[in-house]
Structures are given as structure tokens and as C-alpha cells.
């Protein structure tokens, strides 16, 4: 529009003009309770029931209904986190594998949008990788290290802080198996695993 082609998401101003819309409804129903007509007081209460039902409906995704995977997943994610967090000092920083762009990154295998996100959600005293903006020098860092070998990765790692892995299989084709295997030589230690295999833990003291 007017030639910037990086300004974006004009739509993005729906949600004022909808708010306004709302208020403008509100002060409309508002009038009516305080009209002494019959028909209106009539009127005045099966509308807020029916605004109310219809609110409900179109603010409840249909997708969370009746979807037990994704009550299965939040449930495995957090009970994996709090076990890491019971076995590991308050404050680790945890690198994420593979290194994901926030927030507008491409999408890296089945990972699903924002996926690296959901171990900071369900954590309370660990420092996660993931979330660092993309294209600064701390991504670029990331993108780079995620590269390296696994030896001089996991040494880079180790020397700049991080006390910790956190692979995601979902983001590689073979489920992560071969880094995983590489991981266990270098750092010689059985990973922590959640109950339906999506994430595996390393620790890195004393590599």
C-alpha cells in the first residue's frame, strides 16, 4: 500500500473497529433497560441471552472440543518438564534442537507453529534457547552453533553457559535418532525422555 511493501497487516485494526462495534451494542442494550416501555423490558433480557449464547459459541474454538490428543500432549509436556526441573539447578539455560526462527520462522519438519515455545510455557525456573528474535546476533548464534558437529557444538554450548539440551524429534525426518545417538557419544549419558516421545534431555555437566 502506497508502496511499503513491509508494512502489513492493515486488518489488523478489525479488532478496534470490533470493539467499538461492541461498546456501541453495549450502550444500545444499556438504553433499553432503561426505557419504561413494556415491550422493551420485554425485549431487554432474551437479547443479553442471546448475545451471550452466540459470544460463547464464536469465542470457544470448535477444535478444542472433544480433542483428547491435545489435552494427552499438554498433560505429557508439562508432567516432562516438572521431572527435568526436579533434576536439574534453578536457572539452567536449556538449548533448543533444531534452532526454530521466532517468531515468523519456517516451518522445520512437523514441528508445529511456535512448538519450541511449549517448554517455557510449562516451566518455571529454567532459561530456554527458543524465542530469541529472529535475524539478531543471539539467532544467527544459534542458527550457526546448531550446525557445528555434535562434539563441537555441545563444547561451544558449554563454554557459553548452557547446562543443557532439549531436542524436539518432531522437527527431523528421522525422528532425531541420529543426533540422539551422536548426543549420547559426546556427552556419554542416557537421555530424559517424555511418556510419548516427542522430547529428549541433556544434561551437559561435566562434558
Not at 456501541?24 to 442471546?50: E, H, N
Not at 459459541?57 to 483428547?68: A, C, H, I, K, N
Not at 563441537?152 to 541420529?178: C, P, Q, W
Request: proline content about 4%; some cysteine.
Amino acid at each position: 500500500l502506497f508502496g511499503f511493501s513491509q508494512i502489513r497487516s492493515y486488518n489488523r485494526i478489525s479488532v478496534f473497529l470490533a470493539f467499538l462495534a461492541i461498546t456501541t451494542v453495549c450502550i444500545v442494550i444499556d438504553q433499553l433497560s432503561r426505557m419504561r416501555r413494556v415491550w422493551t423490558k420485554k425485549l431487554y433480557f432474551p437479547l443479553v441471552a442471546g448475545i451471550l449464547v452466540v459470544g460463547l459459541l464464536d469465542q470457544t474454538p470448535g477444535y478444542v472440543r472433544g480433542q483428547s490428543d491435545i489435552v494427552k500432549k499438554f498433560d505429557n509436556n508439562r508432567r516432562f518438564i516438572a521431572k527435568i526441573e526436579k533434576t536439574v539447578p534453578v536457572g539452567l539455560s536449556v538449548f533448543q534442537l533444531p534452532h526454530v526462527s521466532f517468531p515468523e520462522g519456517a516451518q522445520v519438519q512437523r514441528i508445529e507453529l511456535f512448538g519450541n515455545l511449549l517448554p517455557y510455557l510449562h516451566s518455571d525456573n529454567l532459561k530456554w534457547s527458543h524465542g530469541s528474535m529472529a535475524n539478531r546476533y543471539t539467532d544467527l548464534w544459534q542458527g550457526e552453533v546448531a550446525k557445528f558437529p555434535t562434539d563441537k557444538m555441545v563444547e561451544t554450548l558449554t563454554e557459553a553457559g548452557f547446562g543443557a539440551i532439549l531436542v524436539n524429534r518432531m522437527g527431523y525426518a528421522d525422528n532425531g535418532v541420529f543426533l540422539e545417538e551422536e548426543l549420547s557419544k559426546v556427552t556419554g549419558i542416557k537421555p530424559l525422555t517424555d511418556e510419548i516421545g516427542i522430547f529428549s534431555f541433556y544434561r551437559l555437566d561435566g562434558v
